[in-house]
T-cell receptor
């Protein structure tokens, strides 16, 4: 069993839709949860960071962490064609070293 | 401000050859990381460094070596290249660990094919 599971998609939605992206994990020691966005032929860039449980909102993006279910989500409201990218969840149990475990990524296409 | 710079962007190697992937950052970051990303997969940590002179293994270190003689540079060495090392390699850096929401800044990758 992989430590972090993420549905690879692809996911295709119309412009303006609400998008829900999810990851499950098996390691209960994970405390740090992140979502990265990766455009084609580019490096990942950090979108959202959450420590422990709870919700975090930043503009059109909301990240949720449910440690009891070992489940994290990223919601994108009013999706735009510029949101078309691969979204990677990442987690860590080790805040000192910053060692991350990544999901395999979900490819999202937002159609105009 | 260049951020994290990786060279070369593309490279084709023959089986058994060796090469060094270069990574340099100009943000005075203490922490640096090397990841590989196989097609349709997430990133896997190869090696990391929390400061000059300090390196440690990640998830998939076999077949690779690193050194960190300066804060700015973190080269990744492939000895005896094998087809299984065909991948996209990403270097990243951050000011510290994860306690203070310091993001890892990534370069744009080196695409390596071994034939």
């Amino acid at each position: 069993q992989k430590e972090v599971e993420q549905d690879p998609g692809p996911l295709s939605v119309p412009e303006g839709a609400i998008v829900s992206l999810n990851c499950t994990y098996s390691n209960s020691a994970f405390q740090y949860f992140m979502w990265y966005r990766q455009y084609s032929r580019k490096g990942p860039e950090l979108l959202m960071y959450t420590y422990s449980s709870g919700n975090k909102e930043d503009g059109r993006f909301t990240a949720q962490v449910d440690k009891s279910s070992k489940y994290i989500s990223l919601f994108i409201r009013d999706s735009q064609p510029s949101d078309s990218a691969t979204y990677l969840c990442a987690m860590s149990a080790d805040g000192n070293t910053g060692k991350l475990i990544f999901g395999q990524g979900t490819t999202l296409q937002v159609k105009p | 401000n260049a951020g994290v710079t990786q060279t070369p962007k593309f490279r084709i190697l023959k089986i058994g050859q060796s090469m060094t992937l270069q990574c340099t950052q100009d943000m005075n970051h203490n922490y640096m990381y090397w990841y590989r990303q196989d097609p349709g997969m997430g990133l896997k940590l190869i090696y990391y460094s929390v400061g000059a002179g300090i390196t440690d293994k990640g998830e998939v270190p076999n077949g690779y070596n690193v050194s960190r003689s300066t804060t700015e540079d973190f080269p990744l060495r492939l000895e005896l290249a094998a087809p299984s090392q065909t991948s996209v390699y990403f270097c990243a850096s951050s000011y510290s660990g994860l306690h203070s929401n310091q993001p890892q800044h990534f370069g744009d990758g080196t695409r390596l094919s071994i034939l």
